[in-house]
């Protein structure tokens, strides 16, 4: 397996429903939220990556504000689908899994 790494901006994380899909699918249900802040007049300029808790068990749960912005998470949550199904489907085959077993840790 490579390892070639490379930096993901902000505006990928945003724009390719990273940052929707990692909120909605795993912070959000721990009462967790992954936030990026940037630069309102340029996206792009280096983000502060923020984590925030809330005390109510029940976690986060996103209401769209409008029929655009759901037609948009849709959009984003899309992108991250065709973003993140072959490389689950990669992992799966190489490794025999998609997320790590603790076990596959050890030294």
């Given at each position: ?45 280096p ?44 992992r ?15 030294p």
């Amino acid at each position: 397996m490579g390892n070639k790494v490379r930096e993901v901006s902000a505006r990928q994380m945003i724009d390719d429903g990273i940052l929707l899909e990692a909120n909605r699918q795993f912070f959000h249900p721990l009462g967790l939220v992954l936030a990026v802040t940037h630069d309102a007049e340029d996206i792009d300029m280096p983000a502060k990556l923020s984590l925030s808790i809330t005390d109510d068990l029940e976690g986060f749960e996103y209401t769209a504000r409008d029929a655009e912005d759901m037609a948009l998470k849709e959009t984003k949550a899309h992108r991250f689908y065709v973003f993140s199904l072959p490389r689950q489907q990669a992992r799966l085959k190489a490794l025999g899994y998609s997320e790590q077993p603790l076990e596959t840790m050890k030294p």
